[in-house]
């Protein structure tokens, strides 16, 4: 039985109504967007498949589901107010704060009025007379707006692997990105986890302290390095917000949209005994900051290998069987797939009732009614994780019939790979934008900054294209295939782009494999935004405007506007020096 999470209100549909703006999603990025919208006067109906806000911390209510970017920089940083009224409780606080904080942020703005939750987005079709889009729901609402606002998230359409017998298991099977909103107690049962990505490593501790026997099938060994959260005391906090604006000031010129230590110097040039001072130190601090120990960990192979030599010792020093030991260290590159952040996940397996199956050179063969069989050996089991990841990036847009000029469809446009200008517009669906899309920083920044900058860039781009009587705004292909291409050459410099991965795309076969988000650095792309925008939207066609030659007036894409951090910028400058800004 596959457990699936959503329960539905009562809805009367919308027909033939008509907004400046539809908007898909009610995460982060949809409720900004939405806040933005009403600012400038403009209408917005805002359609959420879930039955709150939150996006990502609304589905993913797995146990152990936190965020790994400290909480004082994953959170807005539009509203000074908002910074200093709100506290976190935990360096990196958990998802049911996360969530509050989401539906504080509907609350305090009001946002709910527009938003019609309990309602997917099924097609949207571009009126190539009207100048608008039309959009249906499952809900039966045909609502047209002028523009059509993805919001849609990177990481929000779970893949579920489609095992063989997966009907004929008895006991329950359960997504952790579309985890039961009641919990789920394992208490006394044997449970399997399929997957050691992010979401099962922070679920795994957990979920063996109550389960009586816990199975994790491992395809690929995750690297991890220790979260060392802890409670944010009422002194730290106020120390922190004493300084707020100079935090969110240093973490826009950062590449990943939040700040940390990061030592330029390359790993090669320190001696053996200061890298290993170095990297204890990195590893003392813990989190993703760990890849900030030196400059060329995700440009050198041989630096890249120092730390994964390091990580690998520690990994060997937590885990007492020497042979799971050995099937926990990674033999890729370093922080090629996402980094994972955990709390005693690797100490977990030290526990009598954990056991680790290796799927990496035999597959899971298939669930039987009583368990998972792999390699003839059936492990039994009362229920079953998947903690399998998402269709990354593009998934969510998949599951939309978006068709744009001349009956194009957006996935047909994309079949070989997401193409768009910024990751913001894609040639043939005009006034169609995408938030954190592909071909932008996106997942590989902090997804808040990234979110709030693209809609503070389409606040300025949407209130120009009213101030001139533009119909439409629309990327022009040559401009388009530049980016993409500038997107795709940056990638190739990285070690990141040398692994399977999600970034990839190929943690789903049949996938065409494209590095998705744009690895140039936040501060680098978001210097090319407020270019396209000064030259009056280089690289884009208007249609209609009066006055083509008016510059468009920056209101909300000013505070973007920070100087580079250039001497600690790291893999993004190094990327984009190498390969530069086209
Ligand atoms: P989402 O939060 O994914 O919201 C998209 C919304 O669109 C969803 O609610 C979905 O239901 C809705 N939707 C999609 N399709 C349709 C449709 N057709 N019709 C109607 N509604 C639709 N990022 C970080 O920077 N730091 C972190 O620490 C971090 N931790 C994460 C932890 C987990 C478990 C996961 C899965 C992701 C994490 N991320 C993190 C990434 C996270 O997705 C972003 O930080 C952010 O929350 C994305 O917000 P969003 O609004 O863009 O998308
Ligand atoms: P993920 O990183 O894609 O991990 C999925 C796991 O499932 C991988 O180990 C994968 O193995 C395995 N898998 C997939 N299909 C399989 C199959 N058929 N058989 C066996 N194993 C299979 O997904 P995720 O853990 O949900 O994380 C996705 C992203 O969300 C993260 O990278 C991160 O950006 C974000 N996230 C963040 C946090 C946080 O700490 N804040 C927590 C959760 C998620 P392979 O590696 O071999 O493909």
Redesign the pocket.
Known sequence: MIVDATTRRAHAAEVRAVFDAVV????????YMLHRLRGLGFSARV????NGV???????RYPG?R???ESLQ?SFSFSEELDQEWNWSEK?AP?PEILSYANHIADRFDLRRDIVFD????SATFDEEAKCWLTE?DRGDRVAAKFLIM???????PNRPNFAGLEDFRGPIYH??QWPHEGVDFTGLRVGVIGTG??AIQSIPIIAREAAALTVFQRTATWSVPAWNEKLTPEYLRAAKADYPALRAKARGRPTGFYFPFNTEPALEASQEDREKQYEQAWARGGLPFLGAYGDLLFEKAANDTAAEFARRKIRSLVKDPVTADLLCPDNVFGCKRLCVDTGYFETYNLPHVKLVDVSRTPIERFTADGIEVDGVEYPLDAVVCATG?AAMTG?FD??RITGRNGLTLSEKWRAGPRAYLGIASVGFPNLFM??GPGSPS?L????QA?EQHVDWLADCLAHMRDVGATTIEPVLKDEDAWVEHVNDVSTVSLRSTCSSWYVGTNIPGRPRVFMPYIGGFPIYVQKCNEVMSGGFDGFVLEGAQDSNAAPQVRYTERWRVPIDIEVISPAAVAARRVPVV
Request: net charge neutral; proline share 0%; hydrophobic share 45%.
């Open positions: 898909v999603g009610a995460g982060f990025a949809g409720m359609f959420e498949a879930g939150g996006g990502t911390w609304y589905w993913n589901a965020c790994d970017v994953y990196y998802q309602t997917r987005v099924t729901t919001a849609v998230g990177c990481l929000s359409a952790t990105g992010s979401s998402f969510s599951k939309i938030i954190t997942v920044a902090s997804m808040i979110i």
